[in-house]
């Protein structure tokens, strides 16, 4: 934030600077500090950065230092945790498994040549909306691990929606995974999450960057 003022801060002049450093409660604490740090720049007498900006300062690093455990905290989300979360979740179940019929009952035709990309890439744009909706529903951000967590919950159900449309339609409930295959498959799921929300993560940042943070 700092490094955004000093940029817009550039073409000031010192007697400018000099009224934002006087007048700095009627400014953000990081306009003040860039405000100082191009006057200190461009003169040989330094400002001292004033007191309680150092308090803020020292408060915004600690804040940074505890960012990496907040990242693994599921706290936030399950303090948060209600019924809004499952309403999501079970439309977005069935939006995907709509898609899925759709794109099964066109597997025929030239334009669908693939099922499983078709599948797997709208599943990866109803997790990101999923991220979407959270953000609208709660005012703030998911960390990594609600996101995490929230991404298992909702692969859960539709995993068993599928397994339960297939029973109605087809009565076929067989499910014959056998435990070692089953560990494996837990691992991977797990593993593909914690990549998937890795490059969610990435994103996240560079939206940051042009203030466009949607999720």
Known sequence: MKEYFIERFKTKSEQELDEIVENRTGYQNEAVLAAIELLNNSRVTQIAVPEELKVKKDVVKNQESDGLEKSFSPKAFFRTLSYREFITWLALTLLLLSFFEIINYYSDEYFVNNNWKH?????????????????????????????????????????????????????????????????????????????????????????????????
């Open 119 to 215: 599948n797997f890439s709208f599943f990866l744009l109803v997790l990101l909306f999923n991220h979407v909706i959270y953000k609208f529903e709660h005012r703030r951000s998911n960390n990594l691990m609600g996101r995490s967590i929230s991404d298992s919950i909702l692969l859960m159900m539709v995993i068993f929606a599928k397994q339960v449309y297939n029973y109605l339609v087809d009565r076929d409930l067989s499910f014959d995974v056998e435990i070692g295959q089953f560990i494996l498959l837990i691992i991977v799921i797990a593993f593909f999450i914690f990549f998937f929300e890795s490059i969610v993560g990435i994103l996240k940042y560079l939206l940051s960057l042009i203030r466009c943070q949607i999720f």
